[in-house]
């Protein structure tokens, strides 16, 4: 089914495969996937008679199984209790880049960047406009990056183009554009410059692209200011591939069958609860036969009358059918199956752990590729600080050095009971006692529990180090 509605969807010749296969798991992810079949699935007879069969019809029940996989895995990786605090040994830094992801919401931003980039890739966008830091995330459909053959992880170049109607161009400033005809926009960016070009007509003879001075920008970094995150390992291209693995791709067969099932299922509770009364009698029925209690099935043959309705039993067969399929499409992308009832005594954050151990390692690979775009992002804005004098929080800040080390730390995936954090403080308690841990790689681990923002600080105020003010005096 999953290939028919893939052939409905329209294919544009001028933009290569990858556009239309991410924008066809783009419809999956937003639940826009059925808009291309024509007809509702009530819709069982056209308009001469003939039957519509169900791959055309769209389905009256949609379970949203994909977008339900993509946003528990990222509420384990970047929602608030697990957003992952930038480190390194030097104090000034960390608060630099505490207060820089206050500012510009940067959980915020890489929630909406995980989930744009499940499809299989994504695009974070670092700007500086008047002195603050900004980052927008950009879909990558229509996005393609060359990568510097001498330093395959950096980016020389990412280039965007897609087609505009008219009409949008013109209310976006453009000059003398038909507002009825189609153009390219097309725009790019290099390690000095972010280039726009004019927009140029679909129709007729293809030229060189023309850049557009008013619109370019020279940003001076001297790097592609752009973070292109792929979601997943094994993406459909191999090693060299764009793009990642698409987060939810194994469960689309599943999902499309389960909504066809509960709309079958459905559609045969609203008839057993609408009965057609079927009599034997000799009279042979004229016109047309329309499904109700009021609207008699008359045949010939002895007198007899009965309601002709759906057996309850199938609904239910149906249903069961429907959690089955989705145990195994939500075991096949490592999604969340835990369910309620197992839940309903007090639990340990350990044993939570093991219950959703599929969704943990989900969000374990997310956090491998999104974690390494935070650490990007935070290294463009080290270089930024040395060329443009950024304000965080209204204040001015003094350029960090480009040798600091950075790192995550990462809050553990469940919070810990009051028995898991009893039995942390003995551990770390006796591990520092036997001189086998610091005292500040202990406070360290449990940070995150205790909301420490930090560590040296709360050293400080235990009496186990000097304050900071101290260590420069």
């Not at 007198?303 to 759906?310: F, K, P, Q, V, Y």
């Not at 960090?400 to 995936?413: S, Y």
């Not at 005292?439 to 009496?463: C, M, N, S, W």
């Amino acid at each position: 089914m999953f290939t028919t509605l893939c052939g409905l969807v329209p294919a544009d010749p001028h933009h290569p495969e990858r556009t239309r296969r991410l924008a066809i798991l783009k419809r999956v992810l937003d639940g826009t996937l059925y808009d291309v079949l024509p007809f509702e699935f009530h819709e069982e007879r056209g308009a001469g008679g003939e039957y519509i069969p169900l791959r055309l019809r769209r389905p009256s029940v949609r379970y949203p199984l994909a977008r339900i996989v993509v946003d528990d895995s990222i509420s384990l990786v970047f929602s608030e209790g697990h957003f992952p605090t930038i480190d390194c040994d030097d104090r000034r830094v960390r608060a630099i880049f505490a207060d820089l992801a206050r500012e510009t919401a940067l959980n915020q931003v890489m929630m909406e960047a995980a989930l744009r980039g499940s499809i299989g890739s994504v695009a974070i966008l670092f700007r500086v406009l008047k002195g603050r830091v900004f980052f927008r995330v950009l879909e990558t459909p229509y996005l393609m990056p060359d990568w510097d053959p001498e330093a395959p992880d950096e980016l020389l170049r990412v280039t965007e183009r897609y087609k505009v109607p008219g009409r949008a161009l013109l209310a976006r400033g453009y000059d003398g554009l038909d507002a009825q005809a189609e153009y390219w926009f097309e725009r790019s960016w290099d390690r000095e410059e972010e280039t726009w070009f004019l927009p140029q007509p679909v129709a007729g003879e293809a030229r060189p692209p023309v850049r557009d001075a008013i619109r370019s920008v020279r940003h001076g970094l001297g790097f592609v200011p752009l973070v292109w995150v792929k979601n997943l390992p094994g993406g459909p291209d191999g090693v060299d591939s764009v793009d990642g693995a698409c987060t939810f791709r194994a469960a689309v067969e599943t999902g499309i069958e389960i909504d066809y099932q509960l709309s079958q299922a459905g559609r045969g509770l609203k008839y057993s609860s609408d009965p057609t009364l079927l009599i034997r009698e000799p009279a042979g029925a004229e016109g047309e036969i329309v499904r109700g209690g009021g609207n008699a099935l008359i045949v010939s043959e002895k007198g007899d009358a009965r309601l002709l309705e759906i057996d309850g039993t199938a609904s239910a067969a149906v249903i069961d059918y429907v959690r089955t399929l989705r145990e195994f499409a939500l075991e096949g992308v490592h999604g969340n199956r835990a369910s309620p009832d197992r839940l309903s005594a007090a639990q340990s954050g350990r044993a939570i752990e093991m219950m959703n151990q599929g969704l943990v390692w989900l969000a374990d690979n997310l956090r491998v590729s999104y974690g390494d775009a935070v650490l990007k992002l935070a290294r463009m804005v080290v270089r930024a600080s040395h060329l443009y004098p950024l304000r965080i929080l209204g204040q001015g800040i003094e350029p960090i050095p480009h040798a600091v080390r950075l790192g995550l730390i990462w809050p553990r995936w469940y919070a810990p009971t009051s028995e898991d954090r009893a039995r942390d403080a003995q551990t770390l308690r006796t591990l520092a006692e036997a001189g086998l841990i610091s005292q500040e790689t202990a406070v360290k681990t449990i940070a995150d529990v205790y909301d420490i923002e930090d560590v040296h600080a709360e050293l400080a105020r235990i009496g186990h180090r000097p304050s900071p003010t101290q260590e420069t005096a």
